[in-house]
C-alpha cells in the first residue's frame, strides 16, 4: 500500500520560515493536501491541489510538490501556527495521509 | 451554517456493532463526496472510507473492508456508517468531512468535530 512519510517534528523560531516535507513514491504525479489539527480540534484544510489556499487560510501558508516530496512552507511563522500538520493524497481511489509533524514555534 | 455533525459514538464490545450518523446543514449535501476519517487516541488521521454524492460509488480501506459500510440519505441529508465486527483497534475519534475537488484531486474542505468509538470489553 501507498505510504506518505513526514518528520515527527520541526521547530522553529516566530517570524521564521517553517518547512514541513511529506514523502512518497512518485508523489508529484499525484495531488498533495496538507491539513492543520490544533490540540483539541478537527483538522482543517491549509493546502489543496499542492498549492491552493482555501479560503480564509493566511498568505504566509505555501505548498509545493515535485518528483518525490511534497512540502508545506509557513513564512513568518506565528505562534498561532503551532500545530500537528498531515499531508494527504488518493492512491487507486483510498486516501492515505503521513503520519503527521508536530510544529513547535519557539 | 455550513457544518457537520456526528453523533453514534460510544462504547462497544469486541465482535460488536455500532452505527455513526453525520447530519449535514448549510449546503447542497447531495452534490459532494463525503469520507469518513477516524484518528486514534494520540495519532494520526487515517482514511476509512468516502461515498459518491448520489451513493453509487463506495470506496474503504482496507483495515476496514468487510466490516464497515458507508451510505448516505440526501433527503435527509445525513451519511452514516455501519460498523461491524469492531476490533480494539478500531477505538477512535471518527470524523466525516465533505470533499471537494474531483478525479485525482479530491480533497477534505469541511470536517464535523467528530464522535468517539471505544471498543473494549
Known amino acids: 500500500s501507498y505510504e506518505l512519510t513526514q518528520p515527527p517534528s520541526v521547530s522553529v523560531s516566530p517570524g521564521q520560515t517553517a518547512s514541513i516535507t511529506c514523502s512518497g513514491d512518485?508523489?508529484?504525479?499525484?495531488?498533495a493536501c496538507w491539513y492543520q489539527q490544533r490540540p483539541g480540534q478537527s483538522p482543517v484544510l491549509v493546502i489543496s491541489?499542492?498549492?491552493r489556499r482555501p479560503s480564509g487560510i493566511p498568505e504566509r501558508f505555501s505548498g509545493s510538490n515535485s518528483g518525490n516530496t511534497a512540502t508545506l512552507t509557513i513564512s513568518g511563522t506565528q505562534a498561532m501556527d503551532e500545530a500537528d500538520y498531515y499531508c494527504?493524497?488518493?492512491?487507486?481511489?483510498?486516501?492515505?495521509f503521513g503520519g503527521g509533524t508536530k510544529l513547535t514555534v519557539l | 451554517e455550513v457544518q457537520l455533525l456526528e453523533s453514534g459514538g460510544g462504547l462497544a464490545q469486541p465482535g460488536g456493532s455500532l452505527r455513526l450518523s453525520c447530519a449535514a446543514s448549510?449546503?447542497?449535501?447531495?452534490?459532494?463526496?463525503t469520507s469518513w476519517v477516524r484518528q486514534a487516541p494520540g495519532k494520526g488521521l487515517e482514511w476509512v472510507s468516502r461515498?459518491?454524492?448520489?451513493?453509487?460509488?463506495?470506496y474503504y480501506a482496507d483495515s476496514v473492508k468487510g466490516r464497515f459500510t458507508i451510505s448516505r440519505d440526501n433527503s435527509k441529508n445525513t451519511l452514516y456508517l455501519q460498523m461491524n465486527s469492531l476490533r480494539a483497534e478500531d477505538t477512535a475519534v471518527y470524523y466525516c468531512?465533505?470533499?471537494?475537488?474531483?478525479?485525482?484531486?479530491?480533497?477534505?474542505?469541511?470536517w464535523g468535530r467528530g464522535t468517539l468509538v471505544t471498543v473494549s470489553s
Open positions: 468531512a465533505k470533499m471537494g475537488g474531483s478525479g485525482s484531486f479530491w480533497y477534505f474542505d469541511l
Open positions: 448549510g449546503f447542497t449535501f447531495s452534490s459532494y463526496a
Open positions: 461515498i459518491s454524492g448520489n451513493g453509487g460509488g463506495t
Open positions: 512518485k508523489l508529484g504525479n499525484k495531488y
Open positions: 491541489q499542492d498549492s
Open positions: 494527504q493524497a488518493w492512491d487507486n481511489n483510498a486516501g492515505v
